[in-house]
């Protein structure tokens, strides 16, 4: 039979414009939250981290914000390339312990 | 700089083999994970380790499932024996206190 598997949200943006990925977090004490990148065939690559007493973070071509008070989480991703198209992975995590990762979200980017 | 070291990069066997999954850390890092990701159930963590003393294991899925961690640079994850559910590709990450999680390329296993 067919095999039934998760269904990533998948964000479909041109190339050169800004992607903008949501995540919805779990744990209100959470006080460390990381985004992923991972391409086909790889493990997850570190994109950018945020710590909970900052609200946004900028790295180059990308930034973090971080809502708390509805547990929200974004990146934001500027002049999006071709090589940004891969699946984008939000994780928190309390005290330094183990990190809880989000489903993920799909990034295709069209040329 | 040399990263996450996972070994092999694919195994193919048969159900009821035992399949061992090895994992270099980076030199330094304190705390060891293991993951697994299917298509169905996402990324999970199994087990992670602090200063080689396993601290959390509740997500080993049953008893043929085990992890060691020997000395500061190596980790196994062993599957005793091995069931065609097992397939999945296994990440090892590496890490140390409030620093992310650097992943290995991982192992992809497939048990027929």
């Known amino acids: 039979g067919e095999s039934v598997g998760l269904h990533l949200p998948t964000l479909s943006v041109q190339e050169g414009d800004n992607s903008i990925i949501n995540c919805a977090y779990s744990?209100?004490?959470?006080?460390?939250f990381i985004w992923y990148k991972q391409e086909s065939g790889k493990g997850p690559q570190f994109i950018i981290d945020?710590?909970?007493?900052?609200d946004k973070r900028q790295g180059q071509r990308v930034t973090v914000l971080l809502n708390k008070t509805v547990k929200h989480l974004s990146l934001q991703i500027a002049a999006t390339q071709p090589g940004d198209s891969a699946v984008y992975f939000c994780?928190?995590?309390?005290?330094?312990?183990?990190?809880?990762f989000g489903q993920g979200t799909e990034l295709s980017v069209k040329p | 700089d040399a990263g996450v070291i996972q070994s092999p990069r694919h195994e193919v066997t048969e159900m009821g083999q035992e399949v061992t999954l090895r994992c270099k850390p980076i030199?330094?890092?304190?705390?060891l994970f293991w993951y697994r990701q299917t298509m169905m159930r996402g990324l999970e963590l199994l087990i992670y380790?602090?200063?080689?003393?396993?601290?959390?294991d509740s997500g080993m899925p049953e008893d043929r499932f085990s992890a060691k961690m020997p000395n500061a640079s190596f980790s196994t994850l062993k599957i005793q024996p091995s069931e065609p559910r097992d397939s999945a590709v296994y990440f090892c990450?590496?890490?140390?206190?409030?620093?992310?999680?650097?992943f290995g390329d991982g192992t992809r296993l497939s048990i027929l």
């Open positions: 990450a590496s890490g140390t206190g409030y620093q992310p999680q650097h």
């Open positions: 744990n209100s004490a959470s006080d460390y």
């Open positions: 945020i710590r909970s007493n900052m």
């Open positions: 994780a928190e995590t309390y005290q330094g312990g183990k990190l809880i």
């Open positions: 030199s330094g890092h304190n705390s």
């Open positions: 380790f602090n200063n080689n003393v396993p601290i959390d």
